[in-house]
């Protein structure tokens, strides 16, 4: 596996979730601000044969989540399920961090969804030679990756979609106008969902902060929903809903143990790295 890459979708004023404009945003080697290199990336892309593209979620600074999935790439490095031959990973940054988490929650899917949409046509337009494109996600950097599958170029398949501790409402894929993601796994050889019954903001905090989006922000998914990263898809939206992974109760994995290092995190980086080798996931 060669030095991961970083592209930095995050605008000068990120704590009011403003995304870089298509052409401010940046693609970086291993580091947070050297000049612009979207064609040394896209030489990079060229020359791989598969393209992972990692992010976080929300209220993250840009160190923050450069340090956090750092560690988590390196904790997949080492399992023995990783794929790494021809692998290029890519640290997704977008806007994620506000001033008052609990008060800005409800307008974040708005950059998050604009983001995405960028992440797509930039990696349509400078990796479209790759053979392969992984997307991972943690939280609401589900609506990133969601999004850009959405926005690749038409007929481009994603390998792995795997969505962790998802900050989107359960039933996404449903076949219908509610599922907003209908569409995406269609559009991914797998798609693999890691969720955990002891995450408290998903239980707790995510159905008051849903609610308020649905209510004044038009967030366009229902209101009443459970967090797609707490239960897992409904199982009543087959044959949309893809597999998914319950991390056993007695893990006590919670929101914050998903994204960076630590023993408990490596153990999740370890399901992510059977995820993208298209392994089944086992705990530990």
């Given at each position: 596996m060669t030095s991961h890459w970083v592209i930095n979708l995050r605008g000068?004023?990120?704590?009011?979730?403003?995304?870089?404009?298509?052409a401010a945003a940046r693609a970086l080697e291993g580091q947070l601000d050297p000049l612009p290199g979207w064609q040394k990336f896209a030489e990079a892309a060229a020359n791989a044969r598969h393209l992972l593209l990692i992010t976080h979620g929300f209220n993250v600074k840009a160190g923050e989540g450069f340090e956090g999935l750092s560690a988590t790439l390196a904790q997949m490095a080492v399992h023995p399920a990783f794929p790494a031959a021809g692998l290029l990973p890519v640290i997704v940054l977008w806007p994620g961090?506000?001033?008052?988490?609990?008060?800005?929650f409800p307008a974040a899917h708005r950059p998050a969804e604009r983001a995405g949409r960028q992440l797509g046509e930039h990696v349509g337009r400078f990796a479209a030679a790759v053979p392969a494109i992984s997307l991972m996600s943690h939280s609401l950097g589900a609506r990133v990756v969601l999004e850009a599958v959405?926005?690749?170029?038409?007929?481009?398949?994603v390998d792995t979609l795997c969505l962790t501790a998802a900050a989107t409402d359960n039933d996404i894929f449903r076949q219908d106008k509610a599922g907003r993601y209908s569409a995406v796994p269609g559009r991914c050889r797998q798609v693999m969902v890691i969720h955990s019954r002891r995450d408290k903001v998903l239980r707790l905090a995510y159905p008051a902060g849903d609610f308020l989006a649905d209510l004044f922000l038009r967030d366009r998914d229902s209101p009443f929903r459970a967090a797609l990263?707490?239960?897992g898809p409904r199982p009543t939206d087959r044959p949309v809903v893809p597999p998914n992974f319950g991390i056993p109760d007695g893990a006590g994995v919670?929101?914050?143990?998903?994204?960076?290092?630590?023993?408990?995190?490596?153990?999740?980086?370890?399901?992510?790295?059977?995820?993208?080798?298209?392994?089944?996931?086992?705990?530990?």
């Open positions: 000068e004023v990120p704590c009011v979730g403003q995304v870089a404009t298509a961090d506000w001033v008052v988490p609990v008060v800005n959405l926005a690749l170029p038409a007929g481009r398949q990263g707490f239960h919670d929101h914050g143990d998903y994204v960076g290092a630590g023993a408990k995190r490596a153990q999740v980086a370890g399901l992510m790295a059977r995820a993208l080798a298209g392994r089944p996931l086992t705990w530990p």
